[in-house]
T-cell receptor, first 113, second 116 residues
């Protein structure tokens, strides 16, 4: 699985958009970009994933650059409940035992009043 | 999204005792589940892959005789920490994958183990 680089921490004012970057310059053509987040003392929560097109769901938007070497997770209107560690993971979507995820250190997002 | 449930959410035990943690996929079947461990202020570390009907696959450095994994059905995997010691105190998290090639992994709420 390709390695990712994320800033260790970010702050965002409540109500503003939170833009979390992720660099994955060694991503290969068949690897997807996945985002998870972990609120303190809870299990990780799936947010969104994509291959090359931008994706949007009820939680967030994922913007992937044309060369696919970086991506940005956007929380359009951050709330205090979005305070969490956000993990960007790139991998080939496997079936069965190969579908395990390898977590990096992530970005700790602090949403403030 | 799919629901994965863990039980208990927290447990305190005495050193030398064994503790069992359950992981259930509530609305889907999971032939494969994964067990992670997370120490304070650290990221999740994969411990083992649990396969329904067969032996688990352990990551390097994880003692299979200490962390017993059983995956007896398509909706239940258990992790038993045997002869627990204070250094085993940690946050244990399981995950399961929904079907399909792009099926995402869903995680349980985690189980916090404290060994006295």
């Amino acid at each position: 699985d390709a390695k990712t680089t994320q800033p260790p921490s970010m702050d965002c004012a409540e109500g503003r958009a939170a833009n979390l970057p992720c660099n994955h310059s060694t991503i290969s053509g068949n690897e997807y970009v996945y985002w998870y987040r972990q609120i303190h003392s809870q299990g990780p929560q799936y947010i969104i994933h994509g291959l090359k097109n931008n994706e949007t769901n009820e939680m967030a938007s994922l913007i992937i650059t044309e060369d696919r070497k970086s991506s940005t997770l956007i929380l359009p209107h951050a709330t205090l409940r979005d305070t969490a560690v956000y993990y960007c993971i790139v991998r080939v979507p496997h079936t069965g035992t190969a579908s395990k995820l390898t977590f990096g250190t992530g970005t700790r997002l602090q949403v403030t009043l | 999204g799919a629901v994965v449930s863990q039980h208990p959410s927290w447990v305190i035990c005495k050193s030398g005792t064994s503790v069992k943690i359950e992981c259930r996929s509530l609305d889907f079947q999971a032939t494969t589940m994964f067990w992670y461990r997370q120490f304070p202020k650290q990221s999740l570390m994969l411990m083992a892959t649990s396969n329904e009907g067969s032996k688990a696959t352990y990551e390097q450095g994880v003692e299979k005789d200490k962390f017993l994994i059983n995956h007896a059905s398509l909706t239940l995997s258990t992790l038993t920490v045997t002869s627990a010691h204070p250094e085993d105190s940690s946050f244990y998290i399981c995950s399961a994958k929904t079907g399909g090639n792009t099926g995402e992994l869903f995680f349980g709420e985690g189980s916090r183990l404290t060994v006295l």
